[in-house]
Structures are given as C-alpha cells and as structure tokens.
C-alpha cells in the first residue's frame, strides 16, 4: 500500500490540500481526542464505581455495562441521528409541546456535529475502557492500598495516588483500541455528517477514482494510528507490576446518599443510552414492521454470518493462540514481531482491508488458473478472492488483536514454572501445551473466540467488498437498508446482531462470577 | 508502667466464621512481639485487625502514645489512615509506579517539604538506600525492596510497626543476618512492633516475647525462654518443636502419679503443665522428651530400631522407633542425639535420663511423636 | 485431546468446503451497485422466460477494484449501476466490452449509452427541486437555489454524493467552472444546515419546517408516498422539474454493461435484451420508480402523474468529462464542511 501511495498523483494532493484535506485532518484529531476524552469521562469512573463502591446494584451494573459493546456503532448511529435530528421524534415532540415554529425558537443540540458523532461514538465505545480499568481495579494488590492507608491517605487519596496510577496501562491500552476503532470507522462518522481522514480516503478512491492517492491518504491514517500504539506501548513501557493478590476483598467506599443518586444516575445513564434505548427503538420497529416471510429470509441470512464469524473466529483463536504459545515458549528477541504486526489490522478499515485483500489473492488466484490451464485442466475460478476465503481472511487479519489480546492475558497468568515442570516429568514440549498450556487457557480461549465471533458478526465493509455472488449476512442487510433509510424492514436482523452480542457478555460474567 | 498496646479480648468473624476469639496481648514501649502458629491459626487476620483492615466483632484495643491514647471498639472504628501503625507487608508492596524516595516520602504528605525531605534522606543514610533513591522499585533486589518497605513503614513514625511475614522472601543464608540488622534497628528506634512468621527460628531470634496462635486463640504469651521451658500446651509444644513425643500409660494415680512407657517406667518427676485431668480421660498421654535427654542404657533390654539418620554438628541425630508397634504405646518418630554411629536398623536400648517431664494429653488421637 | 482438535479441524474444512460450491449451470453473474430487492424481480423474470441463473452480489464501493483485480479470470458477465459515473468509471479503467444487438439499438436513445456501445442507460432519474407547499407552485431553475430570497432555505444531502457531483457537471457544462463555483458558494451559504443524510431526509425537514426547498430524486418521491411513516413527509412538498424554460431538468441514468471478460457472453447479451424489453422496461420503472429510458413505454402511473417533464439533452459522456472538475469545485466551495 505504501508503494502504491507513491505513484499518488501530486496534483490531487495538493488540490486536497488546498482545499479541504486540514479540515479533514483537524476533524479527525478532533474527533478521536473527543471520544478518546469522553470514553474516559465514561469508563472509568463508572469502572470505579462499580468496583470500589458500595453502589446500590454495583453486580448488576457490573455486566450491564458492558452491554453496549453488542451494539454496532452504525446501528447506534443510524437510531440517534434519527431520535435528535430537528426532524426526529424528540424535537417534533418539543415542538409540539411548546408551540415553537422554527429552529430560530429554541436551542437544542446538533447531533450531527463532530460534539454529536464523539458522544454517540463513546457510548458505543466507553465498554472497553470500563471493562479494562474494571478488571485492572480488581486485580491490584489489595496491599498496595493497604500499604496507602497506613501511610496515612484515606480511601478518596488512595484512589488517586495508588490505585488509579496502577490502572493507567490498562487505560492506555483500551484508550488505544478506541482510538483506532474511531479512525477506522466510516459507516459511522457518515451519519453524522463529519467529513474525516476516513472521508477523504473515500472521496479520492471513489469520486476521484484515484485509488493510489486514496492508500496515501490512508497510509496517513496508519501513521495516525501507529503514532497512537506507540505511544501507548511507550507509556507502558516503564510500568511491570504482577498482582499477586487480587483486590476483590477490599472494603468498598461507602457512599453518601447524595453520592449514591449521582452515581447510580450516571451509571444508568450510559446502560440506558448505550444499549437500551437503542435496542427498544429497534424492538418498536420490529413490532411495527416485522412480519414472517422476513423471519425466513433471515434465517439464510443468519446462517451465513453465524458461518463466517464461526470460521474467522475459529482460525484467529488458533492463530492467536499459536502465535502467543511461541511468544512465550520461544525466548529470542524477534519473538515478539509476529505479535505486533498482527494486533494492526485492527486498526485498518475495513474497506481499505478489503482492498488489500484483492490485491493480495487476485494474483495468487490468477496464478492458479494460470496454471490449470497450462496443464490443460479446467480453470477452477476464483478460489481465494471470490470466495468465502476472502472474508474469512480479512476478519482474521481485522479481529487478530482482540484475540492476541485476550489470549496473552490469559497466558501471562500462567505461572512460568509451568512452562518447566512438564519437561522435568518428561513430557515433550508439544504434548505439555495440549496437557498444561491449552486446559489453563480454556477461559480464554473462549473468550477470545467469542468476542471475535461477535466482532465478525458486525463488521460491515470489508463483507460487503468481498463476499461472493447472492451471499448476505446480517450485518450487510441491516446496511442495505439503513443506506435506504429503511431500517424499520431490517430491525428484525438488526437485534439478531445485538442478541449475538449479547453472548459472549453473559458467558463472560458467568465465568467471572464462577472464579 | 501503661502498655503501648492492649488488646483486650478480641474477637473476628469473617464470613460466618469465628476466625479470632478471646484474644488478649498488650505490649510494653519497645517491645517486639513475634506470633507463630499453624497456617490459618489467626495470626494474619490479628494482624490486619489491628492495622484496621479487617474490623473486630467484639473487644477493644487500645493504643497509648505519648501524646494520647487511641480506643478502638466496635463502637468506634477508627479507619487505617488514623491509627498511627505502620507495616511491612509480605511482598512489601512498593508502589511500583514511585521511585524509592516518592515511595518513602508517600507517608509524608502532611509535612512541610523540608521535613519531609529530610526525613526521607535520613532513612535513606539509616537503611543504605542513598544510592537507589531515584530507582522503582522493580529495579532493586529483594533484601533492597526490603529495605524500602521499612524505610517507608518508618517514615511517618508510627507507635506501632506491624510485620507480616518479613523474612519469607530473604535467601536463607542472609536471612540471620537481616534480622539481627533490623532488630537492632528497631531497638534503636525503640519502635514497638509485632511481627508474624510461621518460622521457630525467626521468633527465637526476632523477638522479645513470643505469642503462639492456634485456630484463632492466643495459647500462650511469654518471654521465649519461658515458653521454651514450659509449653502451657500439647500445640504450643507441638508447633515449636520442642522435643518429641513419647506415648504413656498412668500406672497410678494420685497426688505423684506413675506411668510407664515402652522405654519402661519412668520415675522422674511429672509436671503436668496442661492440667491434664488424670483422673477421667488418660488416654493419649504423652511426655515431652528433648534428644539430648536420653541415653543409651546398657543394662536394660533393646526397646527400639533406628529408623532413620541424619549428620549434624555434634554428631548424629536418630529417629527411633519402638520394637513392639502393636502397643497403643508404640512410637515411631523419637528423636535422639549420639556420638556413635549406628547403622539403620540396629536395635538399641534407650533410657530417659531427663530430671523431670512434662505431661500433656495429645490433641490429634493419629498424631504421633515428632 | 489431539483427537478432538483434530476432528474441530476436519470439521472446519468439511465446512468450508461445502460453501464453496462452485457451479456449472446455464448462469450470468451480475455485479450491482443497486439493491439487489429492486432488480431480483426483474431477474426470477428473466430466469422464469430463459431458464438462465441470474447471480448477484451487491456493493457499492470497490466493485470497479474488485473487477480489475479478478482481471481475466473474473466471473462477472454484466454489471448494474446506479449512476452515470460509475459506467464512466469502469469504462475508463478499461473493465468493459462493447456490445450490440439490433433490440439494444433500437431501444436505447444515443444520449443515454455509451458511443462505442460498452454502456447503456436502462432508467433516467431527475435531479428535482423539492418545495414546501406552503409556497405555492413555483418555477424552479437550479440557478435559483443560489438566490439570496432562499437564504437558510435550502437543505441537500452530501455535494460529493454521485447525484449531486452529476449536477454540478451539468452546471460546468452549461456554465462553465467560475461560474459554478459561484453558485456552489452562493448555494451553501444558502443551506439550512450542513449537508447530511439523504434526499428523503431533505423531504422530512421541508415537513418539518427547517428549510423550504431540496435537491432530491424522482424516485424518492414514489417511495415515500408508498411508506406509511414517510407519506406525511411527501405530501409536504410539491416535485418540481426545473429548467423547463430552458435546456430542461438534469437526467442521470442507471444503467449496464457487459463486463471485458465476462465468461457467458451469449447469456449477458441475452440478459441485456431482456432489460431493454418493453415488458422489462415498464417493469424495472414501475419497481423504481423511475423512468424508462425506452422511448414510448410508460412510466408507472403515479411517476407519469406527477407530469411530462422536459429533460436536459445534454449527452452523459459529456455530463461525465466534468465529473472530477465537479468534485474539485465541491472541494473549493468546502460544500459539505
């Protein structure tokens, strides 16, 4: 892609850069900081909240936090412009009210601003930022805190001085992942009317059918995103702390009534607009619009992305598994390559990833019936790029790093000896990792499948590119007709999509409450 | 003279379960108070109670220091920032993301930054830390992230030091020498401290009075040579180490009761230390025999078998067994000390040359001489 | 444990190779940049009358890519657009193949397909001008909306939008490019809000009194009188042709090609006949909305109700040579920013 961005033809350049290519690249840091700041406004207290409080349904909010992530941003997107527009529900309703004629009568916000997109896009996203800080909190040293008592600071002070500097890595890294799930998303920023680096990838491609101006521009937002993994692997990089006893023990801060009510306001407040009041708006839509022969049709449609996701989660688990097991088993300084370049994918949208894909097996695909027909057989077609392959590849390539990520977690968890003991009992290395490695990690093994399989479930552009003749899936359906404007006949699939985010969410509770 | 402490009978339940009960210490300025006992028998838990983590079911304890005395009851808890007590945690938790000094000085807030930093620097001079003062702490040794865990601990200058397991993590070979230096410290400073440890040795060495735990019970408080020469209990006895347990049968009754063991009857004189009731229950009796109290007895038949051997610095150290085993008397685990090699399985005749013998009634029916 | 991984394993294989049935019937594969609900009738038609296979896949972005990379080995027989440039687009990029026959010739007007016949128009959709019809009938010129009377009157949906840029290239056309530029600038300081969502979005805010005229299609119009919910909206507005007083209403087509490589060329050719039909031309419109591009056949009742139009003659090859100008004034004007 890099080379290709070479042959960019400079005059487009510096047209976009005359004219609109700032304001694109100003957007866009705008943007991702907004979000990045309100995913923290979000996350973590309500992470703390929920963890160090003695917060009134503190188990409930626990897994009910994290429901928006079963929520494509997309959908959310497509459901609130809609609500808040001047021509949505919300405003007819104020204006029905208060007998205002026009917009010159009254203020209300403009949700279709770079301030409407970052909120939207944060109530979407601020799960992995409280899922993370969350588990970091449970998971310090409850000594530490101890430690800060004695030393004289009260529950409020060791928060701040111990606890929250502890957490911070695990901050940096989900601040990262929302950070490049921001950058890569087009369908969503587009609702809102926000022209980004991603607009402008897609302006050049499409309208100016410059595709090699399009992967320099893209190349740009890679170096966006690189700028933003390093620097969190730089932040991290001066932190090392195991804990060795996890805090869930603690006492937790008792919370005036006034602090309960606030607390409890703010934490319903983002279950509420993160994932229920969307999902009741689709659900009204169902009722309204629904009718059988649609549930028929979605039931091929189902099976198609529950067949895709279920592969690309399949191979990423074992990739990811494959590639951390010789992390850890194999201790030379490259060991660590495979690891970084596969958790980028994620940050490359998905249509620009579709791209490379083509450009990746279209050759390899020409090179085979090439030689079929050299050795006179029948051509067998395109077996790579017009298949199902080519999807499946993309979303391992895309989904990699949530896999890496929880697998390594999983891994680092496992105490190094173990690593030893089995070939000190003469067991081969291979067998000890079915025997030892492989059972220890069954959790997260499952967890990475499934937050993989959900992601893929999802994940729109790059399905839409590749998939090959009369194939849809759910999401690219519920695409279809939210491009139409005609979400209501889609709304049926659209909750099939959240249902099967909802999965892996409850499972992950489960097992948390079952350790 | 008032105690710096007095714990006043303490009791913690913890989810149900009575995990301290009727607990009762006070501890004179100074002083240093090592608790032992089995795994699980409390003496952590005591020790987060006092440092306020975990909050007490019953009882008072109470802190003198020269400015005022604090009370801590169930009607008045006060939080961990107030008590004024320090600790030393096992894994020392060190703030891994302050520097050596930034950790010291995190008890410091409250002070003017002159103070602080001299105080900081003193500790640092007192504990050999000046030249890791702008390292973390993932950056030093373990005897060094020791050093800065007490450093830190100091630094606010508590009336009370408490230390949980300090010495576990310490190479054994440095580890004597570590107590000595810290023990001397902490005279020096004529800090109070309690220490807790599952080690003998640590206690012998550490401390000025020794407390031993089980299943949530004080069992006896004293001097180390105290407790040595006279176990109030079958456990203390036990868990210290003292001698091994010979099996006896009473013979008579009565105001200088007799018994016999499978190494004969034995004269000497019966201090019945626990309160054994000879009269009702007088099965599982044992008496504590020290290795060294024991001789061979030329004249008398062989009663027991060399089971095991092992070389120390006076020679050699035997476990015996008794030649009968189908006796309820039997043993198998006596330990004795000699000069002269035997070979393993040789047969001997032993004799107790002991002045006088302490009597207890074994808590544990299976278990046998140690 | 090696046993269990080990079927898993067969088990995904089996699988995968089940969906990747690759056939060998009497077919012709299609690449859409329509929704595939608006042609599939069309299509069960044509298999209904042929016995040919119709397959599709549906996309809009990348579909000129995914064509180019397949190269020669690329399935694709014919390919549907939605628009003007798209055709322009694969046409230049070299991905399409002349093809004639005496039915497409005859059905299709010179200005609506390609000169060297490797594309054809199948419908054309009006750029209109939406009013509030609490305005009263009006005369719209496209030139109009850039009148100062419309100030904060006026909404539209994205300028880089192909609906819009093929506007704007009528308007080079006719204009020249400082002229355009001009009335870009004078049209966005005209807008109600910044350009966002789509046409029928334009029609709603008209209903709901945020602005008074909108740059919408045709088709749109149809549809939303059919939908329940958007009926309201449509009944707000009155579908004005503009430019009747002069060179008439901007047309753009939607339209198919014959791809360089397709594999069943004699069922392609097949397939485009059957689209230029009159039966298939009044059926296509009729499910659109749109109009035919056939002369004589007749729009669906409700399209043909809202009255004879007259339509720019300009030809789209034209329209198509000012398409990067277009974007280029767009992006000058900071249209959507």
């Not at chain 3, 608006?38 to 044509?46: A, E, G, I, N, R």
Request: proline share 4%; hydrophobic share 50%; glycine share 4%.
């Amino acid at each position: 892609m890099l080379l290709a961005s070479l042959n960019a033809s400079n005059e487009l350049f510096s047209h976009l850069w005359a004219t609109v290519l700032p304001e694109y690249i100003t957007n866009t840091l705008l943007l991702a900081l907004l979000v990045a700041l309100l995913t923290l406004c979000f996350g973590v207290p309500a992470a703390a909240l929920v963890s160090q409080t003695n917060l009134v349904m503190a188990k409930q909010l626990r897994w009910l936090l994290m429901l928006p992530l079963a929520m494509p941003a997309y959908l959310v997107a497509y459901l609130y412009t809609d609500l808040f527009d001047y021509a949505g529900p919300v405003q007819r309703s104020l204006r029905a009210w208060f007998g205002w004629q026009s917009p010159d009568d009254y203020y209300f916000f403009d949700i279709r601003t770079i301030g409407g997109a970052a909120i939207v896009i944060a109530l979407v996203l601020f799960p992995y930022v409280y899922m993370l800080t969350r588990t970091a909190f449970e998971q310090q040293d409850r000594n530490l805190l101890r430690a800060s008592r004695l030393l004289g600071c009260d529950q409020r002070q060791s928060f701040y001085q111990i606890a929250l500097p502890l957490a911070r890595p695990a901050i940096a890294v989900s601040l990262t992942l929302v950070v490049m799930e921001t950058l890569a998303d087009f369908a969503t920023v587009q609702y809102f009317a926000v022209n980004t680096l991603t607009t402008a990838v897609y302006d050049t491609w499409l309208g100016y059918s410059d595709l090699a101006a399009a992967n320099a521009l893209a190349s740009v937002l890679l170096l966006f995103i690189l700028f933003v993994v390093v620097a969190e692997q730089r932040a991290r990089a001066g932190q090392r702390h195991q804990s060795s006893r996890p805090n869930n023990q603690q006492q937790r801060k008792q919370l005036s009534i006034m602090q309960q009510l606030t607390a409890s306001l703010f934490c319903w407040f983002l279950v509420l607009a993160g994932f229920l009041l969307p999902l009741v708006l689709l659900l009204i839509m169902v009722v309204d619009y629904a009718d059988y022969s649609q549930f028929i049709a979605l039931l091929s449609t189902g099976k198609n992305s529950i067949e895709i996701a279920f592969y690309s989660a399949t191979i990423a688990t074992i990739i990811a598994l494959f590639l951390a097991l010789f992390q850890r088993l194999h201790q030379s300084r490259s060991r660590k390559i495979p690891l970084q370049i596969t958790s980028f994918g994620y940050a490359v949208p998905g249509t620009v990833l579709a791209m490379a894909m083509l450009a990746t097996f279209g050759p390899i695909d020409h090179l085979i019936n090439d030689l079929a027909k050299a050795l006179d057989l029948k051509a067998p077609g395109l077996l790579l790029s017009g298949t199902v392959f080519a999807i499946v590849f993309a979303f391992v390539v895309r989904f990699s790093a949530i896999a890496n990520g929880t697998i390594n977690a999983g891994i680092g968890q496992i105490p190094k000896s173990l690593d030893f003991a089995p070939a000190s009992l003469g067991v081969a290395m291979v067998p000890a990792i079915f025997r030892v490695h492989l059972p220890l990690l069954k959790s997260s093994i499952l967890v990475a499948w499934l937050l993989v399989f959900v992601e893929a479930m999802k994940e729109l552009p790059a399905v839409l590119l590749l998939r090959p003749f009369n194939f849809e899936t759910l999401s690219t359906q519920v695409f279809q007709l939210i491009s139409d404007e005609r979400l209501e006949q889609g709304a049926l699939g659209a909750v099939l999509i959240v249902l099967f985010g909802l999965l892996p969410i409850i499972l992950l509770n489960r097992q948390k409450d079952s350790q | 003279m008032t105690p710096l402490i007095k714990i006043k009978n303490l009791a913690v339940e913890l989810q149900q379960k009575v995990i301290l009960s009727q607990v009762n210490l006070s501890l004179a300025k100074g002083e240093i108070l090592g608790l032992v006992g089995p795994s699980g028998c409390g003496k952590t838990t005591l020790l987060n109670t006092l440092a306020g983590f975990i909050d007490q079911n019953a009882g008072t304890i109470t802190i003198n220091t020269d400015a005022k005395a604090i009370n801590i009851s169930v009607d008045n808890m006060l939080p961990a920032e107030q008590r004024n007590i320090g600790m030393i945690f096992q894994d020392y938790a060190l703030f891994p993301h302050l520097s050596v000094s930034d950790n010291i000085r995190f008890g410091l807030k409250k002070l003017a930054k002159t103070v602080q930093e001299k105080r900081c620097q003193e500790l640092l001079n007192l504990l050999e830390l000046a030249d890791f003062a702008h390292r973390y702490p993932h950056q030093l040794s373990g005897g060094q992230q020791q050093r800065v865990a007490i450093a830190r601990a100091l630094a606010p200058q508590p009336s009370l030091l408490l230390l949980d397991e300090p010495f576990s993590n310490i190479d054994a070979r440095l580890r004597h020498e570590l107590m000595l230096e810290i023990r001397q410290l902490l005279k020096r400073l004529n800090m109070t401290a309690i220490f807790v440890t599952h080690n003998k040795d640590e206690v012998f060495t550490f401390a000025d009075k020794i407390a031993v735990m089980d299943s949530g019970k004080v069992l006896q408080v004293g001097t180390p040579a105290e407790v040595c020469q006279q176990p109030n209990s079958w456990q203390v006895a036990d868990f210290l180490q003292l001698g091994s347990w010979l099996p006896v049968a009473l013979l008579s009754n009565g105001p200088a009761p007799s018994i016999t063991s499978l190494l004969g009857n034995l004269e000497q004189q019966l201090i019945n230390v626990g309160n054994v009731s000879l009269l009702d229950d007088s099965r599982h009796l044992q008496v504590l025999v020290q290795a060294n109290a024991m001789s061979l007895s030329p004249t008398t038949s062989n009663n027991v078998i060399v089971e095991h051997i092992s070389v120390t610095e006076q020679g050699y150290h035997y476990l015996l067994r008794s030649i009968i085993q189908d006796s309820p008397l039997a043993f198998r685990q006596l330990s004795f000390n000699s000069r002269e090699l035997f070979a393993l399985g040789t047969e001997l005749a032993i004799k107790i040359t002991a002045e006088h013998l302490l009597l207890y009634q074994a808590a544990n029916e299976t278990r046998n001489a140690e | 444990m090696f046993n269990r991984i080990g079927f898993y394993t067969l088990l995904l294989l089996a699988l995968f190779a089940t969906s990747m049935n690759v056939a060998a019937t009497e077919e012709v594969n299609v690449y859409s940049y329509r929704q595939p609900f608006l042609v599939q009738p069309l299509f069960d038609k044509f298999t209904e009358q042929t016995g040919i296979k119709v397959q599709v896949v549906f996309a809009k972005k990348g579909m000129a890519e995914r064509l180019a990379r397949e190269g020669e080995y690329s399935p694709a027989d014919i390919l549907l657009t939605t628009d003007i440039s798209r055709l322009i687009e694969l046409h230049d990029m070299g991905l399409l193949q002349p093809a004639s026959s005496p039915e497409l010739s005859e059905a299709i007007p010179a200005q609506f397909k390609a000169s060297d016949n490797t594309w054809y128009g199948l419908t054309t959709r009006v750029r209109n001008i939406y009013s509030a019809k609490r305005l009263g009938k009006i005369d719209f010129n496209y030139e109009d909306l850039a009148d100062e009377k419309w100030r904060g009157k006026v909404c539209t949906r994205s300028g880089k939008h192909p609906y819009n840029v093929a506007l704007v290239a009528a308007m080079i056309a006719e204009h020249g490019e400082a002229k355009t530029l001009t009335w870009l600038q004078q049209l966005k300081a005209n807008l109600a809000r910044k350009p966002q969502g789509s046409d029928r979005a334009q029609v709603q805010a008209i209903h709901q009194q945020l602005c008074d005229v909108s740059l919408g299609n045709s088709y749109y119009f149809g549809n939303m009188l059919k939908d329940a919910k958007q009926k309201v909206w449509a009944d707000a507005v009155y579908i004005n042709f503009p430019n009747q007083n002069n060179r008439g209403a901007h047309v753009n087509i939607s339209g198919m090609a014959m791809a360089k490589y397709a594999p069943n060329k004699a069922n392609a050719l097949a397939l485009m006949n059957f689209l230029v039909s009159e039966p298939a031309q009044h059926m296509y419109a009729e499910t659109n909305m749109e109009y035919p591009v056939r002369p004589g056949v007749q729009p669906s009742k409700l399209v043909a109700s809202w009255g004879e139009f007259k339509a720019d003659d300009l030809p789209l090859e034209a329209l198509a040579a000012h398409r990067k100008s277009a974007l280029k004034l767009l992006d000058k004007a900071k249209f959507d920013l």
